[in-house]
């Protein structure tokens, strides 16, 4: 536990020396992990192209570093505790020593598929442990995993199919969430009916009626039948690909964020320690799925490579009522909870009522990830869950960054609700205005880049390292442009703004308006549409959606509900649009482009100051939204 801060002034210290000394820096947070082979240099790296490679020609397998390393110490210790979705069914806990005997046997249920190293496994799971012992035995054999969320549709889990060319697919049955059961393996069924696959494993979680194809799907307690329970670990380069992640981003198709394995695997333990100040023994519980880079980073492999116990939930906030996280928070005795503002702000609307009888006293660290936080929420979070003694952590990262790079260091950095304040040793930010120029000094805002490299960055985007380019180091020179808006302080402490591109976030989920306007665009009666983000009181931005659609239209609502339901079925439900507008035209300027600053502005409800409209092919198109809107 060396390298676990624990004031504010080792905090100073230690940023100081990792900014003048990163190699040094991070060789010395990255001794502290077993590598077969050490490796030869610590960075090499530029942004231009871009080529950011840690630890190079270092050996290692991840998941040593979470079992072999730990099993004497750690075996007995509780790795995994589930939750069903169900308050009824009996919950399960895995200790570090079962979780490596699932893992192991699974390790070998891959292989004995033809699954080795390098190969894309395509994981669509409900959230279950079994969830986690498929990563983790991909890490050991060397495959790449891909999680994806389990509720996008069958046409985003095709696409993403394709994308990386899977070779297998680990799903299950079906899918518990609240009163509903979702049809998961039916849903594979359809996606593989546009690609195909060599395997897809089952796991058999609801026991509802689904069909296997023979050949190709196997039930997974029928694979790890008879695998030993021991496993040698596959050598794996410090730079090979660990996982790929789907990401949305402001144009085309999620684009798939490579992460690697040495880097990965330093920062998150790293990170995890010193946010949530980790100290053994601790419960942690962070809510996010699996199917998010949260639920990669904080909720399965930072936690388990510091060796904490983690708890996984099945279930929704507010099933089969509204205090349901409390009462886990109590069985369980949880001491550090991480979810999202969209939680916080739906339960608030409860009031407190949900809360009480629920002994919360256990907790000692709260945290916040995926949106900005609102003062009201961050404030009613500090009072009633953690009854004003436990620090809030803020925590600002991305898909691609893999772990939190600008937080408080619970109970050290002295908090300001809505502000992620610091970045964390190693991050060196820099906020530019639009054309590049860097503001220094506090009390400035623009744009969020990140001027040198950090260990579990971004490497590529699958499939095509141009696009990597392009999105992330291409706007500013020398530099990774975050799309986020932000401002320094007079204290300089760090407030994230909002996206400044054109990606929208829903409940914490990241959403391209491009993607979920080609959705729309699917539906027959549609001919032209536009997206935008709009403050929403839960959940942080809705999706508003002005669309033309032809002549022919007796029926507005039920034209409505059938491109909503054509989005769900496309994306998933969670891209719905909220409010569907349909409009006799868009303002578009004379060279075609769509004046999103206007629509936004009327999605907002500002009716009134729509600023320059001249520019406009047709300014009268944005009177008739308006009195549409009306
Ligand atoms: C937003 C989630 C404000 C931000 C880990 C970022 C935040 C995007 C915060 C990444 C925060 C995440 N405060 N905004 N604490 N955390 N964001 O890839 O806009 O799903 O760019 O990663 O979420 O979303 P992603």
Not at 513 to 525: L, M, S, W, Y
Not at 616 to 622: A, F, G, I, R, W
Request: hydrophobic share 35%.
């Amino acid at each position: 536990m060396s390298d676990r801060l624990h004031t504010l002034s080792g905090y100073l210290y230690e940023y100081q020396k990792s900014i003048a000394q990163p190699e040094e820096f991070w060789a010395r947070i990255a001794d502290s992990f077993y590598w077969r082979k050490r490796w030869d240099k610590v960075l090499q790296w530029n942004f231009e192209e871009p080529d950011v490679r840690w630890f190079l020609n270092g050996k290692l397998n991840l998941t040593e570093n979470i079992f072999e390393k730990n099993l004497y110490t750690l075996g007995e210790r509780p790795a995994i505790i589930w939750e069903p979705n169900e308050p009824t069914e009996p919950s399960r806990t895995l200790t570090y020593r079962q979780l490596f005997e699932e893992v192991c046997r699974f390790s070998h249920a891959l292989q004995s598929k033809g699954i080795g190293k390098g190969d894309r496994v395509i994981i669509y799971m409900p959230m279950v442990p079994e969830a986690a012992v498929a990563m983790l035995a991909c890490a050991r054999i060397g495959a790449i995993h891909s999680v994806v969320f389990a509720g996008f549709s069958s046409t985003s889990l095709a696409d993403r199919i394709l994308d990386c060319k899977a070779k297998a697919i680990v799903t299950a049955d079906g899918n518990y969430r609240g009163n509903k059961q979702v049809p998961v393996k039916a849903i594979v069924d359809e996606a593989l009916e546009k690609t195909s696959v060599e395997t897809v494993i089952v796991y058999r979680r609801t026991g509802q009626e689904i069909s296997m194809v023979s050949g190709r799907d196997c039930w997974w307690h029928d694979l790890i039948q008879g695998k030993p329970s021991a496993h040698k670990a596959e050598e794996m380069d410090s730079e090979d690909m660990l996982f790929i992640l789907y990401t949305s981003g402001s144009t085309g198709k999620p684009k798939g964020v490579v992460h690697t394995t040495g880097g990965y695997m330093v920062y998150t333990k790293y990170s995890f320690e010193n946010v949530f100040q980790y100290t053994p023994g601790d419960v942690y519980w962070c809510t996010a799925d699996i199917g998010w880079v949260t639920g990669h980073s904080y909720m399965v492999y930072g936690p388990l490579l510091a060796g904490a116990t983690t708890l996984l939930f099945e279930g929704i906030p507010t099933y089969p009522h509204a205090g349901r996280f409390w009462e886990i928070i109590d069985k369980h005795k949880v001491n550090i909870f991480y979810t999202a503002p969209t939680a916080i702000r739906a339960l608030q609307a409860f009031g407190t009522g949900p809360i009480e009888g629920h002994d919360l006293s256990s907790l000692k660290v709260l945290g916040s990830v995926g949106e900005p936080i609102n003062e009201e929420a961050w404030h009613w979070y500090h009072t009633h869950i953690g009854k004003g003694k436990c620090p809030i952590v803020d925590t600002w990262w991305q898909t691609e960054t893999g772990g939190i790079l600008i937080s408080p260091l619970a109970g050290i950095t002295p908090t300001k609700p809505a502000y992620a304040t610091l970045p964390l040793p190693g991050i060196q930010l820099c906020i530019v205005d639009a054309k590049g120029k860097e503001l220094t000094g506090n009390s400035v805002e623009g744009n969020l880049c990140i001027t040198f490299p950090w260990p579990s960055m971004i490497r590529t985007t699958y499939g095509d390292h141009e696009r990597c380019r392009q999105t992330y180091f291409s706007t500013y020179k020398n530099k990774y442009f975050t799309g986020d808006g932000v401002k320094r302080d007079h204290d300089g402490y760090y407030r994230i703004l909002g996206r400044v591109d054109d990606v929208i976030n829903v409940s914490g989920h990241r959403m391209g308006t491009a993607e979920v306007e080609n959705a729309i665009n699917e539906h027959p009666k549609v001919i032209e549409s536009a997206v935008v983000g709009y403050p929403h009181e839960i959940k942080g931005q809705g999706i508003y959606a002005f669309v033309i659609c032809d002549q022919s239209t007796p029926n507005e609502s039920s034209l409505v509900q059938e491109i909503k339901e054509t989005v769900a079925s496309i994306i998933g439900p969670i891209a719905k649009p909220d409010k569907i507008q349909l409009v006799p035209g868009l303002p578009k300027t004379r060279s075609g482009k769509i004046m999103r600053r206007i629509l936004r502005k009327i999605a907002e409800g500002s009716l009134d100051a729509m600023g320059d409209t001249s520019t406009l092919l047709d300014p009268e198109v944005v009177g008739k939204i308006i009195d549409g809107r009306k």
